[in-house]
């Protein structure tokens, strides 16, 4: 980061594009609040395959039958073990117990003509594997190197371990990358998402979601300045996010929004049961993701997120995400709340042209509508589980009696 601001210091007022699979938390958090625009190029080079990843503890006899089966469809292998005092003795250790496999050498700390001649050697295929540490990471492309052994996965950081699995998968072949870690229970809960993220993004085009998840992992870190790292913790991250996109709506010569959030209860259980999410890290952030969803297509793909990370999605999660798709439709009619209570619903705060309120009788005559309130009952028979039936049935009657194309019709 010092490096860019130094760049940029040369020249002011200079337009300035950067490339990256992962962009760090802190340069994706400008770009998601308006500080910096931000475009995705999603589409993978022809012939590409995803990287099949593991993720488990180490086992030395998965580690020789991944070697052995990329070797015999005449591939090469890394092994990336990240202390340079110990690697030659890794290194020996696995030329004992897989006598035929030819073992180069490579760290950055190696004499700049050693490591040039160990590498020009490991392109010519006189190596089958290359026992290396992260040197690996950047810029690296061996087409023929198709297979990835991680020793400590768990010590490196996500869009660190989304940058070395990218050094294999560069051909026509399906790549195999092995990510081990020691006993759970010595790992951190960060280290546990971390890896838990790299086996669950394993597509083509998956870097972003992994930026995302390491945003939510890390923290946004300071706004200003070369540091990597910072705390926000003095006004909470949705105040921050909150004056950040005041302060750029203003310099933008916008007058921000005032929001109001539209009040639902519609009496439904809908929490994150320990059972789906354990980590309450990540509880609380899907309780924001779905408060700062703005449209139904916003919340269908975090339900399509959570349904591709954690499985099923259970009913009370399912009840969370509806209370969030009724508080954006309320949003786009500009309702004011919507809430059952004893078989009748009432939604406050409605006010339809005279178009949609004839469309809305014609819906339901069951629909008790006032003007110059702007408030909408309706009582209905049925027990709890059918209050969802309901309510997504009145809001659909709101939506068309509020479209303008309904009120030319009428």
């Known amino acids: 980061m010092a490096q860019k601001e130094a760049l940029r210091n040369l020249k002011v007022k200079v337009d300035v594009l950067a490339l990256s699979a992962t962009p760090i938390p802190r340069t994706l958090q400008m770009s998601l609040s308006g500080v910096r625009d931000i475009s995705v190029i999603e589409t993978p080079p022809r012939d590409r395959h995803p990287i099949q990843t593991y993720v488990g503890l180490y086992d030395e006899s998965l580690i020789v039958r991944g070697i052995e089966r990329e070797i015999d469809r005449g591939g090469q292998a890394f092994y990336l073990h990240n202390r340079v005092e110990t690697i030659d003795r890794t290194a020996a250790h696995l030329a004992e117990i897989m006598p035929r496999v030819r073992l180069g050498v490579a760290h950055g700390q190696m004499p700049e003509q050693q490591l040039e001649k160990v590498m020009l050697a490991f392109l010519r295929g006189d190596y089958d594997v ?15 190197a198709n297979t990835l052994i991680v020793e400590r996965a768990d010590l490196l950081g996500l869009a660190q ?3 070395i699995r990218g050094r294999i998968g560069r051909s026509s072949r399906i ?8 006993d759970e229970a010595a790992l951190t809960e960060e280290a546990q998402a971390r890896l ?12 972003f979601k992994i930026a995302m998840r390491d945003l939510e992992i890390r923290g946004a870190g300071n706004l200003l300045g070369d540091e990597q790292s910072g705390n926000i913790a003095a ?10 996109h005041e302060t750029v709506e203003a310099l933008q010569g916008r007058e ?4 109001r959030v539209p009040r639902v209860d519609i009496g439904v259980n809908a929490y994150v049961p320990s059972t789906f999410i354990a980590y309450e890290a990540a509880k609380v952030d899907l309780h924001r993701r ?3 969803a703005r449209t139904q297509e916003d919340l269908a793909s975090l339900r399509e997120d959570l349904g591709d990370r954690f499985g099923a999605v259970p009913e009370p999660v399912e009840n969370l995400l509806f209370l969030g798709s009724v508080r954006v439709a309320l949003e786009k009619r500009g309702a004011e709340s919507l809430v059952v209570r004893q078989q009748k619903l009432t939604v406050a705060g409605l006010f339809l042209p005279p178009g949609g309120r004839e469309v809305l009788r014609l819906r339901d005559r069951r629909y008790v509508y ?11 028979r049925g027990d709890d589980r059918e209050v969802r039936q309901v309510v997504d049935q009145v809001l659909g009657d709101i939506l068309s009696a509020g479209s303008s194309e309904v009120d030319e019709a009428v």
Request: aromatic residues 10%; proline residues 6%.
């Open 256 to 259: 921000p929004a005032v929001a």
């Open 196 to 207: 838990s993220t790299l086996a669950d993004y394993t597509e083509l085009g998956s870097g």
């Open 175 to 182: 790549a195999h990358a092995y990510l081990f870690h020691p």
């Open 130 to 144: 290359l026992v290396t540490t992260t040197i690996i990471e950047s810029g690296l492309d061996i087409p023929n």
């Open 161 to 163: 371990l989304y940058q």
């Open 290 to 292: 779905v408060a700062a």
């Open 235 to 244: 006004v909470g991250f949705e105040m921050y996010v909150s004056m950040l």
């Open 370 to 380: 006032a003007p110059a309130t702007g408030q909408l009952t309706i009582s209905f």
